[in-house]
Every structure is written in structure tokens, then in C-alpha cells.
């Protein structure tokens, strides 16, 4: 049974799971699904149509689900969606899609730490971290244990790949391939996400494999069809490599050299 603290206001379309925890002022309008087990703070604002998985803890002020600050919104059904595990942190806030995708997504385990901003049509896989005030513009799409540091913005559109690492106060603004370091100012491509990779488990094969594919993109003076090319010719075995390999044949903005 749900348990509602008697200042909230939790909408008749609503729908609380099992063990759903709302705390103090929190306002729940419209159809919102929350998973079994999901905690929502005091004076957190989550607007429907949302739906959140199981065991989402949603801290207090967070804004979810709002419409979207794009102007060329024009009221249109979109939703957001979440997925079971993900942690929300305080006055982070995430707006519903628009009609060109027609929603936004978190995948599972993902954590938003404070004051980080999700805008419409975002697509997160399962378990990324976004640091405190890390901005996503429209668009965006971010890969599996991707980590974007604290005070990092990212323009509309860009891609970042599985794993990849981008360190605090960076401003992104084409694709980060797969398994990347982003670091520096100005921001660039600083080799492979090395410490994060082996952290999770990673043989010393696929490691090197992937700085050598690294260094095919970045460190031979070479275009992307010709750095593909090697890729393909003499690495595309790797099944890392070959995440790679499928990034940069769908990049439309070009990678961040």
C-alpha cells in the first residue's frame, strides 16, 4: 500500500505501486505510474504522462515531466519515461518529449545528480551518471555507464558513447565515440576511459585494442572513412572496437576530435 503524507496532492490518474513513499508537498499531476517500492521527496513536482520503474528514489524539489523549453512545443501528447533503479536527485529537472520523439527516456540505475537538466527527446541508457548541474540540451542521446561530470553542457543532437567519460565543465559539441576520455580545456579527446574500463571489468586485450583504435582516430592524421578503414581492416574482431566502428558510421555532427 502506498503511503501519502497528508500534504501532498497526488492526482486521481495516478497510479502508486506497491510501497510508494510520497513526502511532504509533493504535487502529482496527471497520469503518473510509479513503480513499486519508488520514493518521491518533499515539495518534488512530477507532471504526467510518466511513468517510472521500480525503486526510483525521486529527491525533494526535483521537476519532472514538465513540458518542454522549446518553442517550438506546440502542446503536443509526449511523455517521460524511467527506468526501475534510477535515482533522482534534488532540483534536477527533466521535461517530456515533443512530437519528434515523443518522449524522453532514462534507462535503468541511472543516477542525476542535483541540479542536473534532461531536456525533451533525450535518450539515456541504463546505469549513467550525470553530476551535478551536467545540462543536456534536446536530442541527446547517451550510452550505457557513460559518466558526464558536474557543470559539463551538451548541445542538441550529440551522441555519447558507452562508457565514455567526460570530465567537469566541459562544453560538447559533436559525438564522444564509445569508451572515450573527454578532458581539458579547450575540450578534446584525451584517449580511452583506461581507469573506468578496468574498473568494470575489462581484459588488458579489449583495453589495448581500444587504444589502438584510439590512436588510428586521433593520432595518425587520418580521416574518419580512412580511420574506419583501419578499424575495419585490422581490428573489427574486437567487439569493442566494433561499437566504435557502428558510432562512427551513424555520426551525423562528426566526432569531437
Known sequence: MAEIHETAIVDGRAELGADVAVGPYAIIDGPVLLGAGTTVGPHAVIEGPATFGEGCRIFSHAVLGTIPQDL???????????????????????????????????????????????????????????????????HVEVGEYAFIGGLSAVHQFTRI?????????????????????????????????????????????????????????YREDLNTNQALEK???????????????AFLEASERGILK
Not at 162 to 173: D, L, T
Not at 231 to 245: H, N, P, Q
Open 72 to 138: 517550438k512545443f506546440e502542446g503536443e501528447e509526449a511523455t517521460i519515461e524511467v527506468g526501475a533503479g534510477t535515482t533522482i536527485r534534488e532540483f534536477v529537472t527533466l521535461n517530456r518529449g515533443t512530437k519528434a520523439a515523443g518522449a524522453t527516456r532514462l534507462g535503468e540505475n541511472c543516477l542525476l545528480m542535483a541540479y542536473a537538466h534532461v531536456a525533451h527527446d533525450c535518450i539515456l541508457a541504463d546505469n549513467v551518471v550525470l553530476a551535478n548541474a551536467a545540462t543536456l540540451a534536446g
Open 231 to 245: 578499424l575495419r581492416g585490422e581490428l573489427s574482431g574486437v567487439a569493442e572496437v566494433g561499437d566504435i566502428i
Open 161 to 217: 558513447g558507452k562508457h565514455a567519460y567526460i570530465g567537469g565543465m566541459s562544453r560538447v559539441s559533436q559525438d564522444i565515440i564509445p569508451y572515450a576520455l573527454v578532458a581539458s580545456e579547450p575540450t578534446r579527446v584525451a584517449g580511452i576511459n583506461a581507469v573506468g574500463l578496468q574498473r568494470r571489468g575489462f581484459s588488458a586485450e579489449v583495453r589495448n585494442a581500444l587504444k589502438k583504435a584510439y590512436h588510428f582516430i
